[in-house]
């Protein structure tokens, strides 16, 4: 595993002592970015290790206020992300419960137009200096497990963005093999867009590979198999409608059509 990039800077500001801070560079914009860090929604899902659950209490363009349950330790927290565009930063404050008083100081620095340098401030109230740095250690290691799923998020979001393309050739359609050939879930191309065949029982199904709310990766939900569900924010979709179930108004879209002739299975619109 690569070393921890920890550091301790002693700090002027901040509600507690500066335990420390953690840097990276990010192949990111800062459009991904902010939309990343005003995404609350994607806290228990993505990052399911860390959060086992959300309850919104406000959200605006001036960032969002929730209460989090902690994965590990079951314990509950109102926190706060205020981001500040002009001064490239946001923080992150407990609010209520067992870390109340820390804050998370998050700057941005632009590298390139795809590339970020972000440092992370970690400020936490009531430690004494002998603590300071194994505290400090433990918010850079939790930072870097959620960069790291972050990271694959923005950039994969980027890339379905870069190359989605709108409208379908109705007249397109692809011969995926011989019945036997095929294992599912096979990804295939129709019409420049990515779609999966799957099976559920002895039905064959076809559903985008990607996600209608911000294009995160669909898969069959394993509970329910008429369902599809997204990784990144948890959201479902009913394979026969394409509703999506829940409070938002996304929907999966065309889907083309299988058919089966002599052992050969087809897609087509
Ligand atoms: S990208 Fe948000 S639920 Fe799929
Ligand atoms: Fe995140």
Known sequence: MAELRYEFVPALSGSGAHV???RRRLPVNLVRMYENALDWEHLPHLHKSSFSALDLLDAGAWGWRANVVDQRKGTSSVIELRLDRDARRWITRTIEGPAKGAEIWTHV???TPQALDIVVDFFVPDVDAAQREKVGRAYARAYEVLYDEDVRMMTERQQQLD??????QTTD???LGTLDEISAPL???LSDRLFVLDKTGDDWVVYPERCPHQLGPLALAEDIPEQVHCA????RFDLQSG?????????????PQVRIEADQLSVHW
């Open 109 to 111: 620095f632009e590298v």
């Open 173 to 175: 359609t692809v011969s």
């Open 232 to 235: 990144w924010h948890g959201y």
């Open 20 to 22: 420390g801070s953690y």
């Open 187 to 189: 990804t295939f191309t």
């Open 243 to 255: 509703e999506c179930l829940g409070d938002s108004n996304c929907r999966l879209g065309r889907r």
């Open 163 to 168: 190359r989605r393309i709108d409208g379908v």
